[in-house]
Every structure is written in structure tokens, then in C-alpha cells.
T-cell receptor, first 114, second 115 residues
Framework: AQSVTQPDIHITVSEGASLELRCNYSYGATPYLFWYVQSPGQGLQLLLKYFSGDTLVQGIKGFEAEFKRSQSSFNLRKPSVHWSDAAEYFCAVASSGGSYIPTFGRGTSLIVHP | DAGVTQSPTHLIKTRGQQVTLRCSPKSGHDTVSWYQQALGQGPQFIFQYYEEEERQRGNFPDRFSGHQFPNYSSELNVNALLLGDSALYLC??????????????FGPGTRLTVL
């Protein structure tokens, strides 16, 4: 069965600093990978996704993520964080071979200091 | 283009009651999935509907049931509510592609509180 680990429950950064949120997945074949963001009291917004091809994926709001098969990782990065980026971030993995139902990690809460 | 919409936004029920949540998918989408998100957790898959039939189901009891209408909108019903059913219920819509679907887009959710 597929699974996702987000090892950091909370991450605190200063505004303008760079950001990296970690995600490790478990899946036997090449997975579909996603990052979603959730603001307080809101639904999930898709930031970016990886299906195949270039392992460096560009998303919305200046985010990018890199798929590293050897490390089973799909870390999310942003070079300069804005206060409005404070939110909950979820990594998800889905089967490339069928059901396509994503399995989500527990999420990482991003806190941005001015 | 309207995205995924859900109603109501908030709901308070008591134990043992029944509840119905509603979802309208994004235009052009024919598949609806429902998720339960407990406080401090990631969303957990409940079930998915396509062509008015339940196609896949997660590890949820049969107190959780659903329906999809010809216009692709969907309902989630929960019977005999328990305190542990308190959560944010998210609807996601997508397009069917082969045996799977394209990327899921989520609605804002319905916050259910069971007292």
C-alpha cells in the first residue's frame, strides 16, 4: 500500500527566507505525486504535481518540487517566503497504475515570522 | 468557471442523528470523491462516485453512504452519528481518464460538529 511521510509537523521561517518542506513516499512503482496547500478553514488547493518527465516541477505561487526516485522523496521548495504562505501543506501520492486515489501525509504547518 | 462547491459550510448535530452533505463538481468533471479530515490530520478517502455508482471505497463503515446524480453532483450521508465523526468533510471532483481519473480539485469543505 502507498503511504506518505511528512517528518516535520511545524516549520518556522522568517519572511524572505528560503523554504524546503520534506516529503517521503512509499510506493512500488513510479508514483503520481502532489503538493496541496490548505489555508485555515479552507479546502485544499493544488500547488503542483508530478506524473512523469522532468523531475523538477514548477507550480503556482513560486513553488517548485523535485522528484528523487533514489530517495523516494518529493520535497517542496520556495526561494523566498511571503507572510501569505503561512498555511498547512500536504504531500500526497497516488497509484500510477489504476485507482488514482491520493493518499495524504499528515501535513506540515508553515509559520512565517515577519 | 465555478470550482467545486459544497453545502452547508458548517453543521452541528447530536449523536445518533443523520446528516447529508452536498457537493457540486467543477464544470467538465464527472467523478466525485469524498474525504474526511480530522483535526490535525490529512484527508482520508471515504469513497468515489462515477456514473452514479460507488466505484471505490476507503476504510469507512457503511454508516457512510453516498449518491451521485445525473448532473454529477453528489451527496454524502452519515447515519447514527458518533462524536468521532466530527471533522471537515471535503469533496473533490475530477475527470474520468481510463480506469482512473485526472487531478482532483477540492471544495472548501463542510465542517461537521457532533455533540
Amino acid at each position: 500500500a502507498q503511504s506518505v511521510t511528512q517528518p516535520d509537523i511545524h516549520i518556522t521561517v522568517s519572511e524572505g527566507a528560503s523554504l524546503e518542506l520534506r516529503c517521503n513516499y512509499s510506493y512500488g512503482a513510479t508514483p503520481y505525486l502532489f503538493w496541496y496547500v490548505q489555508s485555515p478553514g479552507q479546502g485544499l488547493q493544488l500547488l503542483l504535481k508530478y506524473f512523469s518527465g522532468d523531475t523538477l516541477v514548477q507550480g503556482i505561487k513560486g513553488f517548485e518540487a523535485e522528484f528523487k526516485r533514489s530517495q523516494s522523496s518529493f520535497n517542496l521548495r520556495k526561494p523566498s517566503v511571503h507572510w501569505s504562505d503561512a498555511a498547512e501543506y500536504f504531500c500526497a501520492v497516488a497509484s500510477s497504475g489504476g485507482s488514482y486515489i491520493p493518499t495524504f501525509g499528515r501535513g506540515t504547518s508553515l509559520i512565517v515570522h515577519p | 468557471d465555478a470550482g467545486v462547491t459544497q453545502s452547508p459550510t458548517h453543521l452541528i448535530k447530536t449523536r445518533g442523528q443523520q446528516v447529508t452533505l452536498r457537493c457540486s463538481p467543477k464544470s467538465g468533471h464527472d467523478t466525485v470523491s469524498w474525504y474526511q479530515q480530522a483535526l490535525g490530520q490529512g484527508p482520508q478517502f471515504i469513497f468515489q462516485y462515477y456514473e452514479e455508482e460507488e466505484r471505490q471505497r476507503g476504510n469507512f463503515p457503511d454508516r457512510f453512504s453516498g449518491h451521485q446524480f445525473p448532473n454529477y453532483s453528489s451527496e454524502l450521508n452519515v447515519n447514527a452519528l458518533l462524536l468521532g465523526d466530527s471533522a471537515l468533510y471535503l469533496c473533490a471532483s475530477s475527470r474520468r481518464v481510463g480506469v482512473g481519473t485526472d487531478t482532483q480539485y477540492f471544495g472548501p469543505g463542510t465542517r461537521l460538529t457532533v455533540l
